[in-house]
Structure formats: structure tokens, C-alpha cells
């Protein structure tokens, strides 16, 4: 079966230190990459996308992806006690080159920053 | 910035009885998605929806699912006969199909069936 898979922790980190969130997946066809933050009761809301093999930097946020190991990853730097959230990883099949189609999603990873 | 809404925010219905939840997608995305994320459990799949027909389905999205988008701007999910176990939150997405395949969702329905 098709799955995402993430450690559903919590990961406690202080603020201001590095979290690190982990996903692998499975089916090797997969294409997209996608790392969503959901607040409790509320809707994900996209952080970063990424294709590519290597790292991908936006802000505090840092994406790694490497396909060879079924493996992506999110960095948070400077964490803050705002970013305590539940961190979702989805990943998209690129089903006949298409732009579209369903996210898979793993049961996401509670980050708890404290003060 | 253009978001995705969706009405109502909560519903409450009686088992066995029909509940439409309601989405306007991104105005210039072609591709419009409905997700359910039962309490304490992961974003679940149910429908993908483009050029006015279903392009994919879940095991999820039986035959007492249907979806429409009755006008150029909604688009609806219809439960026929509820039940207690489709008590979830239901997002509605769109992504825009072109160079981005980015799914931008909702703020969701919470449906609760007694």
C-alpha cells in the first residue's frame, strides 16, 4: 500500500533551536512534495513544495528531499513558540505528467516549541 | 490574497438525513479537491474534480457521495444519508493545474451526525 509515513512525536524543541521533521514515503513514482501546517481545528496551510533532489530554503524553513532514499525532510530554524503546530507531509503522484491529482498525506508531527 | 472558502463552518444533522457542504474554489483554478480528516486521524483523499467530471476517486467515496459545481463558482460535496462515522472535518481544495500543482485548501466543515 501507497503510504507516508512520519514519526507523530511530539518534538518538544526550545525556542530558538532547530526542528527537524522527518517523512519517508513508498512508492517511488512520487513527484511532488508538500510540507503543511495545521493548527488544532484548523486547515493545513502550505509551507513548502519541493521537486528536486537536494534543499530548498525559504525563510526559517528549509525542505531536503532525496529520492534515492524515499526520504523528505523539514528543517525549522530559530523555532518559535508560534510554531507549534501539527506538521503534515503529503506527497502527489505526477500520474501521466499531469499537474494534477490527490495528496497523500502522513498522520503528521505535533512540534511543540516551548519559551 | 485569494483563498478558498467554504460554508457552513460547522453542521449538525441527524443520522440517515442529506447534508450539502459548500466550496468556492480559487476563481482561476481548474482542479477542486475534497479531503475528510476524521478527529485525531490523518487528511484522507475522497474526490478530484476537473473539466466538470470526477477525474479520481477513493474506496472512500461510495455511491452515497456526489459532487456537482452547479455554477461557474461552487462546488458542493453531498452526503445522501449520513452517518455517525461521516463525522469529520471536510476540506475543499483547488490548485490552479498550470505550472503549479499547489493544492490550497479550505478552511474546512465540520460535520457532525448524531
Known amino acids: 500500500q501507497k503510504e507516508v509515513e512520519q514519526n507523530s512525536g511530539p518534538l518538544s524543541v526550545p525556542e530558538g533551536a532547530i526542528a527537524s521533521l522527518n517523512c519517508t514515503y513508498s512508492d517511488r513514482v512520487s513527484q511532488s512534495f508538500f510540507w503543511y501546517r495545521q493548527y488544532s481545528g484548523k486547515s493545513p496551510e502550505l509551507i513548502m513544495s519541493?521537486?528536486?533532489?537536494g534543499d530548498k530554503e525559504d525563510g526559517r524553513f528549509t525542505a531536503q528531499l532525496n529520492k534515492a532514499s524515499q526520504y523528505v525532510s523539514l528543517l525549522i530554524r530559530d523555532s518559535q513558540p508560534s510554531d507549534s503546530a501539527t506538521y503534515l507531509c503529503?506527497?502527489?503522484?505526477?500520474?501521466?505528467?499531469?499537474?494534477?491529482?490527490?495528496?497523500?498525506f502522513g498522520q503528521g508531527t505535533i512540534l511543540t516549541v516551548h519559551p | 490574497e485569494p483563498e478558498v472558502t467554504q460554508t457552513p463552518s460547522h453542521q449538525v444533522t441527524q443520522m440517515g438525513q442529506e447534508v450539502i457542504l459548500r466550496c468556492v474554489p480559487i476563481s482561476n483554478h481548474l482542479y477542486f479537491y475534497w479531503y475528510r480528516q476524521i478527529l485525531g486521524q490523518k487528511v484522507e483523499f475522497l474526490v478530484s474534480?476537473?473539466?466538470?467530471?470526477?477525474?479520481?476517486k477513493s474506496e472512500i467515496f461510495d455511491d452515497q457521495f456526489s459532487v456537482e459545481r452547479p455554477d461557474g463558482s461552487n462546488f458542493t460535496l453531498k452526503i445522501r444519508s449520513t452517518k455517525l462515522e461521516d463525522s469529520a472535518m471536510y476540506f475543499c481544495?483547488?490548485?490552479?493545474?498550470?505550472?503549479?500543482?499547489?493544492?490550497?485548501f479550505g478552511p474546512g466543515t465540520r460535520l457532525t451526525v448524531l
Open positions: 503529503a506527497v502527489r503522484i505526477n500520474a501521466g505528467g499531469t499537474s494534477y491529482g490527490k495528496l497523500t
Open positions: 474534480f476537473y473539466n466538470n467530471e470526477i477525474s479520481e
Open positions: 519541493i521537486y528536486s533532489n
Open positions: 481544495a483547488s490548485s490552479d493545474g498550470g505550472g503549479s500543482d499547489t493544492q490550497y
